[in-house]
């Protein structure tokens, strides 16, 4: 129960710095149920994912007390089912 609420928080604030990295104030709920494919709406560089990458990585590892590989690992999941559309 107690990770249950640990794994939401720290997904609410993974989404949040996501979006805020495009022009969001933070999630926006509306836009992403109003669009299906809402993560191909916006874009960002390579240098800007792989900033928010480290970003992840940073966060993950102390909310979890996680090996560095282990957030290395989730934070490519996160970005390959989540991640803005990279721009060329």
């Given at each position: 129960m107690?990770?249950?609420?640990?794994?939401k928080k720290f997904m609410r604030s993974a989404m949040n710095e996501m979006f805020k990295?495009?022009?969001?104030?933070?999630f926006d709920q509306s836009f992403v149920?109003?669009?299906i494919y809402w993560y191909c709406q916006r874009t960002w560089t390579q240098e800007e994912e792989?900033?928010?990458?480290k970003w992840f990585v940073?966060?993950?590892?102390?909310t979890?007390?996680?090996t560095t590989?282990?957030?290395?690992k989730e934070a490519n999941w996160f970005l390959l089912c989540w991640g803005w559309?990279?721009?060329i």
């Open positions: 107690i990770a249950d609420i640990k794994v990295r495009v022009g969001f104030k933070k149920k109003n669009h792989m900033d928010y990458h940073v966060k993950f590892k102390k979890f007390k996680s590989l282990r957030a290395q559309k990279n721009t």
